[in-house]
C-alpha cells in the first residue's frame, strides 16, 4: 500500500492476489540482501513435547527479525521515483526496523512511527539505521494512524506493516526457505500478530505442500487475529501482553482474506507460556527470541497444537527482546516451567520455628531465594506469622513434592504463584 502524497487508504490493496509466482519474485528481489537462515532440528525440544521440531531461526535474521524481508520486497517493488521520495511505516518496532535498513540499503530516507510503549532496544536500533523515529499513541494502531497522515502531509510513500501483497510475499519467503531445507513437516507453526506472516507463509506452503497443515499462534492477551479467524470476519480487541511484535488490535484485510482461506486454524497462548518458551530457548539452544518468537513454541508446550502432527516447522520469528524486560521474562518464565516455587505459610510466633522450617529445607538441598515475614496485616493472626519463600525448584514435579514436604512436617502451606499446572494440594484453597 503506497501513497504519492493523496494517501493510502485501506481499498488500495483491494483486489491484488498473493500468489506462489509472486513469493517467487519476492524471494530473487531481497536474495542479495538478506540472510538465508538457518533450519534447525531439535532433538532437545522435541524430547519435551514429544514430536519432531525443525526451528527456522529467523531470530538470526539481518536487524534480529524476518521484517527486512516484507520490508526490502515493498521497497524493491516500488517505482524509483516513488521510493526516492522518501518512505514512511508504522511499526511495533521489528518492521520498523526492517524497513529503516531497507532504506538505508537503498539509498533513500525512512521515517518510522512507533508507539510510546516501544521497547527502547528497539527504538535506538531505528535511529541507528539512520531513519527518523517518531513515538505517537500507546500502541500500535495509533502509530499507525499517525504515519498515515505523515505520508499525507509529506508526500511519503507508505509502508504498511502487514496488509501490503509485496510485503506478504516478501515474509512468505521464510516457508521458501524452511520447505527448501528439506524437513517432512505435518504442519508449520507461526506467530500471528496483524497476519503478515502467517499469510504468506500459507500461500507457500499450501501450493508447494497441500497437505501442510498452517496455525498461527497469538498471545491471549492481543486476540484480535483469533477471534477473527473464530468468527469469519475482522474483530477489534484490547491488547496486553509481553509479546509487543504480536500486539495489534486489528488484523490487516488483505492479510486477513488469505487467512480465512488457507490458513487452519489460530490458537492463543498465555504470556506465562511465552516465557517458559524464551526460557527453554535459551536453555537447550543458546537461542534468544522474543516474545512474539517463541509465541509458536509456546503453543505446542501448551499442547495447542493437535496431538497428530508429529512433525512441526516452529517459526522462531524474531530475537529482539528488551534488555530491561528479558529479566522479568526469565523469572516468569522459570516460575511458568516449575523452576521457583512461591509458598505462603504460617508459622506459631515461638523462637525457632522458623530455623526449624528453613532447617527441613536446607536438609533437602533447596535453595531459598526469597523469604518475608508478616507480623501485621491479613497474613499474620494471634499467634500466628505469616511467612512468604520462593525457593528454587528442577520442574514441577518437584515443586509439587517440596509442597507435600512442608505440608507434612505441619506448615500449612499454599502456593502463591500460579505458573503452569496448578501445584495446589488437592484440598488446599488457593489465595
Known amino acids: 500500500m503506497t501513497t504519492n502524497g493523496t494517501g493510502p487508504t485501506a481499498n488500495q490493496t483491494a483486489g491484488e492476489t498473493v500468489d506462489l509466482a509472486r513469493i517467487q519474485d519476492a524471494a530473487a528481489r531481497v536474495q542479495p540482501y538478506v540472510r538465508r537462515t538457518p533450519t534447525e532440528r531439535s532433538e532437545p525440544l522435541g524430547e519435551i513435547t514429544g514430536r519432531d521440531l525443525s526451528l527456522k531461526l ?26 526516492a521520495g522518501g518512505v514512511v511505516t508504522a511499526s511495533a518496532g521489528n518492521h520498523g526496523l526492517g524497513v529503516a535498513l531497507a532504506a538505508r540499503l ?10 510510546t510503549t516501544v521497547p527502547l532496544a528497539k527504538l535506538t536500533a531505528i535511529q541507528r539505521q539512520g531513519a527518523e523515529a517518531v513515538l505517537e499513541g500507546p500502541t500500535y494502531d495509533d502509530a499507525h494512524a499517525a504515519a498515515e497522515t505523515l505520508a499525507r502531509e509529506r508526500r511519503l510513500a507508505y509502508v504498511h506493516a502487514f496488509d501490503d501483497p509485496d510485503v506478504i510475499a516478501g515474509q512468505g519467503t521464510v516457508a521458501l526457505e524452511l520447505l527448501e531445507d528439506g524437513p517432512e513437516l505435518d504442519a508449520i507453526v507461526v506467530p500471528v500478530g496483524g497476519g503478515g506472516l502467517i499469510s504468506g507463509i500459507a500461500v507457500a506452503a499450501k501450493t508447494l505442500r497441500p497437505s501442510l497443515r498452517v496455525i498461527g499462534v497469538q498471545a491471549a492477551g492481543s486476540p484480535a487475529l483469533a477471534e477473527s479467524f473464530r468468527e469469519g470476519r475482522l474483530m477489534t480487541a484490547a491488547s496486553s501482553t509481553i509479546a509487543d511484535g504480536i500486539a495489534v488490535k486489528r488484523p490487516g484485510a488483505l492479510a486477513f482474506d488469505v ?29 534468544l527470541a522474543e516474545g512474539a518468537g517463541a509465541a509458536a513454541l509456546a503453543a505446542i508446550l501448551q499442547s495447542a497444537i493437535p496431538a497428530r ?22 523469572q516468569q518464565g522459570l516460575a511458568s516451567a516449575g523452576r521457583y516455587l512461591a509458598i505462603r505459610t504460617w508459622l506459631d510466633d515461638q523462637p525457632g520455628r522458623l530455623n526449624e522450617l528453613t532447617g527441613l529445607l536446607t536438609a533437602e538441598r533447596i535453595n531459598i531465594v526469597h523469604i518475608s515475614i508478616h507480623r501485621l496485616g491479613p497474613y499474620s493472626g494471634i ?49
Not at 106 to 115: F, I, M
Not at 264 to 281: C, F, G, K, Q, W
Open 309 to 330: 502432527l508429529r512433525r512441526v516447522g516452529v517459526i522462531v520469528s524474531g530475537g529482539n527482546v528488551d534488555p530491561n524486560l528479558l529479566g522479568k521474562v526469565l
Open 106 to 115: 537503498l539509498g533513500v530516507s525512512a521515517t518510522v512511527v512507533v508507539p
Open 58 to 83: 529467523e531470530n538470526l535474521q539481518l536487524t534480529g527479525a524476518f521484517k527486512i524481508r516484507g520490508a526490502l520486497s515493498r521497497l524493491l517493488a516500488m517505482p524509483p521515483e516513488l521510493r
Open 383 to 431: 499467634g500466628k506469622v505469616g511467612l512468604d519463600l520462593i525457593v528454587e525448584t528442577r520442574d514441577r514435579a518437584h515443586a509439587l513434592s517440596v509442597l507435600e514436604m512442608v505440608r507434612q512436617h505441619g506448615f500449612p502451606a499454599e502456593e502463591t504463584i500460579a505458573s503452569g499446572p496448578p501445584l495446589h494440594h488437592p484440598g488446599a484453597v488457593p489465595l
Open 259 to 287: 487467512i480465512n482461506r488457507l490458513v487452519d486454524d489460530v490458537v492463543t497462548v498465555t504470556d506465562e507460556a511465552i516465557a517458559e518458551a524464551i526460557v527453554l530457548l535459551l536453555e537447550r539452544h543458546k537461542l
